[in-house]
């Protein structure tokens, strides 16, 4: 019995320390954002738009400089539009404010140099690229 109980043992360290004891380096791209990592001024890349009445595609190179600021008050700017807004991290979601209308982004890439957003309503999709 006693030698039962020592195998038994054994075998639920080794599980413990196999699921604990190794741990995966923290990827750089992980969605879950935190305000801090999003601060600053982030180049417009490019975006890609699909109707989902017609289902065409629309896909937009931005080279003339447009940024999105988001500052650490929680307010931010569009040079593209010109628009001010709120702005708050939730999760893995990135939610603007802008003259009472809400949209709600999730952020698919967050690196130093990288952020991907997307939305999805009923009308259209999209994914946005930008860049430091």
Known sequence: ?????????????????????????????SPNASKSKI???????RSIERDK?????????????????FNEDGTAYDSFDGDYASWRVSDNQLILTVA???????????TNNQLVL????SESEGTLYLKR
């Open 1 to 29: 019995m006693k030698k039962n109980l020592w195998i038994i043992i054994a075998v639920v360290s080794a599980c413990l320390f196999a699921f604990t004891g190794c741990k995966k380096d923290k990827d750089d791209s």
């Open 118 to 121: 997307y939305h999805n309503s």
């Open 53 to 69: 009445d017609d289902n065409e595609t629309d896909t937009e190179v931005f080279t003339d400089g447009e940024y999105l600021m």
């Open 39 to 45: 601060v600053g001024k982030w180049y417009y890349d």
């Open 100 to 110: 009472g209308d809400q949209a709600v982004l999730e952020i698919k890439k967050l």
